[in-house]
T-cell receptor
Framework: AQSVTQLGSHVSVSEGALVLLRCNYSSSVPPYLFWYVQYPNQGLQLLLKYTSAATLVKGINGFEAEFKKSETSFHLTKPSAHMSDAAEYFC????????????FGSGTRLQVQP | DTAVSQTPKYLVTQMGNDKSIKCEQN?????MYWYKQDSKKFLKIMFSYNNKELIINETVPNRFSPKSPDKAHLNLHINSLELGDSAVYFC????????????FGPGTRLTVL
């Protein structure tokens, strides 16, 4: 069984500040890990994914995440927040050899203050 | 062109009614999914079809019945709607059952009164 824990349901940063959204996973097999972003009243858009290649993954809009097996973590970062980054962010896991349905975390709402 | 589209975008209905949500993808993908997002934003898999065959069926009430007339379409029919069915339903697709990236539709917000 797989699970995802996102620490912090709300994160608030100032524009230009570092963004750090935390994600820890549990998986009995090597995981595939994803970050999705959901803007208000919209669907989910893939930001980045880890599929057992490089552990530091770069995504769209300046986001990146690092897979740390020893910490079972896949935290999302961005060096400098923009107002347009305000959204809901979801971490998700699927198993690399199975049915591939995504198991999502509970989401983190990012607020960016001017 | 929208890659994964859903209709309708909003659906308001009374308890006890039967309703359908349609999903279409023009990506040529083999695998499609339905997810439910509840009022607390929690997303959970409901069903998955691969080449019109059901491959995932989570613990969903049998009032929910997916139908895939062809691999580009996955519709969701819900019988005897209940208040607890109010949610946003997302359709997604992936190239194949062994492909990792899923592409999501814009969602259908279902409100049961």
């Amino acid at each position: 069984a797989q699970s995802v824990t996102q620490l912090g349901s709300h994160v608030s940063v100032s524009e230009g500040a570092l963004v750090l959204l935390r994600c820890n996973y549990s998986s009995s097999v090597p995981p595939y890990l994803f970050w999705y972003v959901q803007y208000p009243n919209q669907g989910l858009q893939l930001l980045l994914k880890y599929t057992s290649a490089a552990t530091l993954v770069k995504g769209i809009n300046g986001f990146e995440a690092e897979f740390k097996k020893s910490e079972t973590s896949f935290h999302l970062t961005k060096p400098s927040a923009h107002m347009s980054d305000a959204a809901e962010y979801f971490c998700a896991v699927s198993d690399s050899a199975g049915r591939r349905a995504l198991t999502f975390g509970s989401g983190t709402r990012l607020q960016v203050q001017p | 062109d929208t890659a994964v589209s859903q209709t309708p975008k909003y659906l308001v209905t009374q308890m006890g009614n039967d309703k359908s949500i349609k999903c279409e993808q023009n990506l040529g993908h083999d695998t499609m999914y339905w997810y439910k997002q509840d009022s607390k934003k929690f997303l959970k898999i409901m069903f998955s079809y691969n080449n019109k065959e059901l491959i995932i069926n989570e613990t969903v009430p049998n009032r929910f019945s997916p139908k895939s007339p062809d691999k580009a379409h996955l519709n969701l029919h819900i019988n005897s709607l209940e208040l607890g069915d109010s949610a946003v339903y997302f359709c997604a697709s992936s190239q194949s059952v062994s492909t990792d990236t899923q592409y999501f539709g814009p969602g259908t917000r279902l409100t049961v009164l």
